[in-house]
C-alpha cells in the first residue's frame, strides 16, 4: 500500500532546516560572528561553557538592532541585507539569507540584547522556535547586541549524544575565533570560558595580521613568515596573506583561506599549494599558510553550502595555477639561505632507555658499564683533548705576536670606543706590573707580569697541562689553603646563594668537558660525551669571576702597578668616554672626578684589607686584585671600572656592598665580546693605525681563553640555573642524531 504524503509541521521543517545550517556550536557562533562584523564591530567578545553547549555568548559593539526590527528578527528569510534574488549576485556581506538565528531558536533558547546609537535604552528579547516570548522590554546596556545561547541541541537528543567532548566542541569554537581574529586585524576578539578570568584568544584592535598569527599560533610560526600579495586584473581577483618559507613545517597543513573576507575551505586550492610546498619540505611535512583572495561578488556563487562553508567562483582552475605560480616565486626568491633553531637544552637530562637498549632487548648488545661490552659507533666519545681542534680546521695558526705582553698593560687606548668609531688616548699610560699571589702559598710567588703571560714572544704557547696540571688544576691556592677564614655573615650569604643556585648538570658538563676552539672572544664550542654545545663565554668569565671573588674574598693575591695610575686622570678619561653617559645636568667632570678620589680614598682601607685594592695618599691606584693565577684582566677597560666603582657599588650595606663589588669586578675581569683573538702582525698594526677602530692592543686572547679561562671553569665553576634557561648554553650537534642522518645519506 503506498504511503501518504502529508505537509509537514512547520516546527518539524524549521528544526529539519535548523539542523543542516547549526551542525555543532561551532556553526552557530560563527554565523553571529559575521552577523556582528556586518553591523560593523569593532570589538568581539565570546564567552563559552561546556563547549558552546551550555552557554555560548556573543556580544559586539555594532550598529545594534532597531526595537521595531526585534519582533521578526529570529524568523526565517528575515534579513537587511539582500531585497530581491538579483541583489544576490553582487552580495558583499557575510549574512543573506536570514536563516541563522531562526535556525539557532529553534534548537536553543535565545536572548537578544541590544541598543541602538540613538535609543536611550537597550532592549531584550527572549526567542523560542522562532518567535518571540512575551514583549520587548527595556533594560540597561552598552551600544551593539549581545546575543546568549543557552542549551543547544536541547530538543534534538540524538544531534547532542552525536557532538564530541565539551572539550572538542571548544576546540573548533577556539578554531574559529581565532581564525577570524587572524582575518580581521584592526578588530579585537576576545574568547574566555564563563567562570575562568583568563582568556583563550585576545587580540588588539592595534594588532598587525602578523601579531595576531604570532599571539595564536606563537612565534616560531611568526618569525618564518613571507607576505604575499598579487593581482590579476585578467582574471579579476586580488590575493593576500603570509605563508611559511622553508624553514617551518609541521605535521598538519594548516591553511586559512578567506574569499571575499568568508573562511572557507577549498581542497582543489589546498593540493595545489601542498604540491609546491613538496619540494622544500621533508616528506610527511606541511606549511602554514593564510590567504584572503578577493573576487568580483559577479565571480562568485556562496549559495552552494547550507553553512557557507564552501563556494564556487569562476575561472577557479585558473585562478589556483596563478595563486600556485605566485606562491612558488615567492619561495623560490627567499630560498638562498636557511636557518636553523636550536633549543635551549638541559644538560645532564638522562638519555632515554631506546638510545641505549637495543629493541630486541638482548643483553650482549646493552650498553652498561662492563668494560667488555659492546659499544657502538655513535656512542664513543673523544676524550683526548690534545686531539684536533677546531684552528685546524681554520687555517694556518697565525705566528706568535713579537709585541712584549707588558706592552698590553701600558694603557695606551682608552677603554671604551665613541661612538663615532674613534677610541680615546691615554696620556699617563700605567706601567707594567708585578704580580704577588698570597702568602699561604709555597715559595716566593712575586714574579714580573712577563712571567705570567701566556706566552714568550718567540716561543708556542705552553699546552693547558703544562699550565694547570693534568688534572686542570692549577698552582692557585685552593679555597681549603687560604690561611685567613672570612666570618662576615654578609659574605657567607652569597657564597651560599651562589651553591644553592648552582645547576648540577651544567656543573658536570664544565667538570668534564673537552675544549673543541673558540668562536670569536664572545662563544666558543665545547665537547662533553657525545654532545657539542655553544658557550657564551663572556657570560660564564664574568660568573667566574663573581664566584672567585666571593669565595676567595680577603685572600686575594696582588697586582702591582710599576708606576701608580692617578685616580682622577682615570675617572676623566672614562667619563670623556661616551659608555659614561654623563650629561651636562650631572655636573662638571673635574668636580665628579675629584668626588670618586674623595670617595675611593676614604675607602681604602677596606678595599685594601678585603680586596686588594691599594690607594695611597695622593689618590694614585697602586695595586689591583689578583683573582686568578696566570690571568691579567683587559687594563683598557681600568678606568671604566674606577668609574663604576664609585657610582655602581652599594656603599651603605656590608652585603650589597660586597656583592656589587663582586659583580663590578667581575665586569671589569671577565672576557669581553670585542677582544681581539688572535695577535696581530707587524703588518697589519700599520695597516690599522692607533685611532683607527683599534679597541684593544694586540694580545693572543685566543690563548688566555683556552688555557687559562676554561680550565678554571672546569675546576672552579658552579654554574647558575639560569644558564640552563637563557641560552647560554646551546646544544648544536648529538653524535646519535648525526649517525642518523648519515645513516640515510
Not at 490 to 519: I, P, W, Y
Not at 655 to 675: M, N, P, S
Amino acid at each position: 500500500m503506498a504511503g501518504v504524503i502529508q505537509r509537514l509541521d512547520e516546527t518539524v521543517v524549521n528544526r529539519i532546516a535548523a539542523g543542516e545550517v547549526i551542525q555543532r556550536p561551532a556553526n552557530a557562533l560563527k554565523e553571529m560572528i559575521e552577523n556582528s562584523l556586518d553591523a560593523g564591530s569593532s570589538s568581539i567578545q565570546v564567552t563559552v561553557k561546556a563547549g558552546g553547549l551550555k552557554l555560548l555568548q556573543i556580544q559586539d559593539n555594532g550598529s545594534g538592532i532597531r526595537k521595531g526590527d526585534m519582533d521578526i528578527v529570529c524568523e526565517r528569510f528575515t534579513t537587511s541585507k539582500l531585497k530581491d534574488f538579483n541583489d544576490l549576485k553582487t552580495i558583499a556581506t557575510y549574512g543573506f539569507r536570514g536563516e541563522a538565528l531562526a535556525s539557532i531558536s529553534h534548537v536553543a533558547h535565545l536572548t537578544i540584547t541590544t541598543k541602538t546609537a540613538d535609543a536611550k535604552c537597550a532592549f531584550r528579547g527572549n526567542y523560542t522556535d522562532g518567535k518571540l516570548k512575551g514583549s520587548v522590554k527595556p533594560c540597561a546596556g552598552n551600544q551593539g547586541t549581545q546575543i546568549t545561547v543557552e542549551d543547544l541541541f536541547y530538543n534534538v537528543a540524538t544531534r547532542r549524544k552525536s557532538l564530541k567532548s565539551p572539550s572538542e566542541e571548544h576546540g573548533r569554537i577556539y578554531e574559529v575565533v581565532s581564525r577570524y581574529a587572524i582575518h580581521n586585524a584592526g578588530k579585537s576578539f576576545t574568547l574566555k570560558k564563563q567562570g575562568q578570568s583568563s582568556c583563550d584568544v585576545r587580540t588588539t584592535a592595534s594588532a598587525t595580521t602578523v601579531d595576531n598569527i604570532r599571539t595564536v599560533f606563537g612565534p616560531s610560526v611568526a618569525r618564518e613568515l613571507l607576505e604575499v600579495e598579487h593581482r590579476n586584473d585578467k582574471l579579476n581577483f586580488t590575493v593576500k596573506g603570509h605563508i611559511s618559507n622553508a624553514n617551518y613545517s609541521v605535521k598538519k597543513c594548516l591553511l586559512l583561506l578567506f574569499i571575499n573576507h568568508r573562511l572557507v575551505d577549498s581542497t582543489s586550492l589546498r593540493k595545489a599549494i601542498e604540491a609546491v610546498y613538496s619540494t622544500y619540505l621533508p616528506k610527511g611535512m606541511h606549511p602554514f599558510i593564510y590567504l584572503s583572495l578577493e573576487i568580483a561578488p559577479q565571480n562568485v556563487d556562496v549559495n552552494v553550502h547550507p553553512t557557507k562553508h564552501e563556494v564556487h567562483f569562476l575561472h577557479e582552475e585558473d585562478i589556483i595555477e596563478d595563486i600556485q605560480k605566485t606562491i612558488e616565486q615567492k619561495l623560490l626568491s627567499c630560498n638562498s639561505s636557511r636557518t636553523y633553531f636550536a633549543q635551549a637544552l638541559l644538560p645532564g637530562v638522562p638519555v632515554p632507555v631506546s638510545e641505549v637498549t637495543p629493541k630486541d632487548g638482548s643483553e650482549a648488545s646493552r650498553v652498561t658499564s662492563d668494560p667488555q661490552a659492546v659499544r657502538r659507533d655513535h656512542q664513543l666519545v673523544r676524550t683526548d683533548a690534545r686531539d684536533q681542534k677546531l684552528d685546524a680546521f681554520i687555517g694556518k695558526k697565525a705566528a706568535p705576536s713579537k709585541t712584549d705582553a707588558g706592552a698590553r698593560h701600558e694603557l695606551e687606548t682608552a677603554p671604551d670606543k665613541s661612538r663615532n668609531g674613534s677610541p680615546e688616548r691615554l696620556d699617563d699610560p700605567v706601567l707594567p706590573m708585578e704580580v704577588d699571589t698570597p702568602e699561604a702559598a709555597k715559595g716566593d710567588r712575586k714574579r714580573t707580569i712577563d712571567q705570567v703571560s701566556p706566552s714568550a714572544p718567540d716561543e708556542e704557547p705552553p699546552s693547558s697541562e703544562e699550565v694547570w696540571g693534568a688534572d686542570g688544576s692549577s698552582d692557585l691556592p685552593s679555597r681549603q689553603q687560604h690561611h685567613r677564614q672570612i666570618k662576615l655573615t654578609s659574605v657567607l650569604n652569597l657564597q651560599q646563594s651562589v651553591e644553592d643556585e648552582s645547576h648540577q648538570g651544567l656543573r658536570a658538563l664544565f667538570k668534564n668537558h673537552t675544549f673543541v676552539g673558540c668562536v670569536n672572544a664572545e662563544y666558543a664550542l665545547l665537547q662533553h660525551q657525545t654532545k657539542l654545545y655553544l658557550v657564551n663565554t663572556a657570560k660564564m668569565s664574568k660568573e667566574l669571576f663573581y664566584q672567585l671573588f666571593l669565595f676567595d674574598f680577603g685572600n686575594f693575591g696582588i697586582m702591582k702597578l710599576s708606576s701608580p695610575g692617578s685616580i682622577f686622570e682615570l675617572a676623566m678619561l672614562a667619563l670623556n668616554s661616551s659608555e659614561s653617559g654623563w650629561s651636562e645636568a650631572d655636573g662638571p667632570k673635574d668636580q665628579l672626578a675629584q668626588y670618586i678620589v674623595d670617595l675611593l680614598k676614604s675607602k681604602t682601607e677596606m678595599l685594601d684589607d678585603y680586596i686588594s685594592i691599594k690607594i695611597d695618599d695622593d689618590g694614585n691606584l697602586c695595586t689591583l686584585p689578583l683573582l686568578l693565577d696566570k690571568y691579567i684582566p683587559p687594563m683598557e677597560i681600568l678606568p671604566m671600572f674606577v668609574l663604576r666603582l664609585a657610582t655602581e657599588v652599594d656603599w651603605d650595606s656590608e652585603e650589597g656592598c660586597f656583592k656589587t663589588l663582586a659583580q663590578e669586578c667581575a665586569l671589569f675581569y671577565g672576557i669581553h665580546r670585542k677582544l681581539q683573538l688572535k695577535p696581530t702582525t707587524d703588518t697589519s698594526s700599520k695597516e690599522n693605525p692607533p685611532g683607527e677602530n683599534v679597541e684593544f692592543p694586540s694580545y693572543n686572547w685566543s690563548w688566555t681563553i683556552e688555557h687559562t679561562i676554561y680550565p678554571a671553569l672546569k675546576s672552579f665553576l658552579l654554574p647558575p640555573k639560569s644558564f640552563a634557561e637563557d641560552a647560554s648554553i646551546l646544544q648544536i650537534a648529538n653524535l646519535h642524531d648525526l649517525y642518523k642522518v648519515f645513516e640515510r645519506c
